[in-house]
Every structure is written in structure tokens, then in C-alpha cells.
């Protein structure tokens, strides 16, 4: 019986440790189009539930704030971008250690292409990016694939699917696999220049230097202006 126990114990160890979130990313994206050519703004701002007090008000502490601005250009079906970006991110809060844990700033550096295919009455787009990170001690690389499909339901109305894996590379990456996001958001036009988006995403996270994963259900809400 002992054994027992101690080949349990040795099995939770080895898994690590999970610890599961509630939050609310909402963001305010301004953009105009040039020709093929496309410039955008927008604006993060998102919040967590602290789990000393309750694990769903996903309004009680900050998760992040964030600031970017991307130029585009687009050819036919494809989309080059680059974009910069800043990231001033807290500690999500799984355990109290995490209570101790400063805030980071980052700057991030991202090129990237993607490809729209239109698939009956419905958009399929693929994106891959590369992440530049900055921080003040140390830098280091992300690769990020989406894959998205839009669908539209009405004439105004849309429901837009997405699955984002995040995988690390040089400079410094720690890890291989780094982050998985799934999604769905219901998108409204209420004319051609202004849509708004609402929707859940769940975000599989794997820490940076522990075997530790978090699990976060987010509320996602949005507002898109078009110049």
C-alpha cells in the first residue's frame, strides 16, 4: 500500500501542477486602408479573478495592458505585416507565489504573412508570425499559427472560429510548446467602418521555467473601427 501511494504521489509530481483562471480581454482596434496597403492601432486591456477572493469575477486584478501599432500590405489572397508592440503584463495568479512577482514590460517585433481562401459563403484565413521579445533582462523568440474561419450567419452578423498555437524559438527559448488558444466570438456590423466582437477562449498555457500549466476561460469583447 505504501508503494502504492508513493508511485501516486511520484506520478502527480511528474504531471506538475495546473491551475485554472477566469478573465476578460477586451480590445479597441482602429484601422484604414490605402490602397493594398493597411494601418492599424489597437489597444489591450485585460483583467483576472483572484483566487483568494473568487475564482469567477474576472474583474478584480489586471492581466495585462497593450499598445501596437501594424503596417500591412495586401496582394491578392496573401497579407505581409509587421507590427510593434509593447506589453505590460502581470503575474496571472495561480498560486502565492505569484502574489510576489513584479510586472514585465515587453517590446515585441513581429512580422508576419497570411492567407484568405474563400470557403462557400465563409473566409478561411491561416496566419504564421514571428515574435521578437524584449525584455529588460533577456530576449527571446514565438513562433504563432492561426488558423480562422468566418461564417457569416446574417447579413450583419458573423460567428469567427480560431485555433492558435504558440511554439518557442531562438533566442532563448525555454520551451517548445509554449501556449494554445481555441475560440469563438459572435461579430456584428453595425455599418460597414464599425463591428464589435464577444465571445469565450480558452487559452492552455505552459510556464516558463516549471512543469506548472495554466488553464484560462476568457470572456473576449471588442470593438473595431475602419477608417
Known amino acids: 500500500m505504501k508503494k502504492l501511494v508513493f508511485f501516486l504521489l511520484l506520478a502527480h509530481v511528474s504531471i506538475g501542477q495546473s491551475y485554472s483562471h477566469t478573465s476578460v480581454w477586451s480590445r479597441l482596434l482602429l484601422s484604414k486602408q490605402f490602397g493594398k496597403w493597411i494601418v492599424s492601432g489597437d489597444i489591450a486591456y ?111 452578423n458573423s460567428l469567427v472560429f480560431l485555433e492558435e498555437a504558440l511554439f518557442g524559438s531562438p533566442p532563448n527559448s525555454t520551451k517548445k510548446y509554449e501556449q494554445n488558444q481555441l475560440g469563438v466570438t459572435f461579430n456584428h456590423n453595425f455599418t460597414e467602418h464599425l463591428e464589435s466582437e464577444i465571445g469565450y477562449r480558452y487559452i492552455y498555457r ?22
Open 46 to 156: 485585460r483583467r483576472q479573478n483572484n483566487f483568494h477572493d473568487s475564482k469567477l469575477n474576472f474583474l478584480q486584478n489586471p492581466l495585462l495592458d497593450a499598445q501596437r501599432f501594424t503596417v500591412a500590405y495586401r496582394y491578392k489572397k496573401w497579407q505581409f505585416s509587421f507590427a510593434t508592440s509593447r506589453w505590460h503584463a502581470y503575474q496571472i495568479l495561480g498560486k502565492e507565489a505569484d502574489y510576489t512577482k513584479n510586472p514585465t514590460v515587453e517590446w515585441r517585433f513581429t512580422p508576419g504573412v497570411e492567407f484568405f481562401q474563400k470557403i462557400n459563403k465563409g473566409t478561411f484565413q491561416w496566419r504564421t508570425q514571428y515574435e521578437y521579445r524584449s525584455f529588460v533582462d533577456r530576449d527571446a523568440g514565438r513562433f504563432r499559427q492561426r488558423f480562422q474561419y468566418r461564417q457569416p450567419i446574417s447579413e450583419t
Open 206 to 227: 505552459e510556464r516558463r521555467t516549471t512543469s506548472e500549466k495554466d488553464h484560462e476561460n476568457a470572456l473576449v469583447v471588442g470593438l473595431m473601427l475602419r477608417l
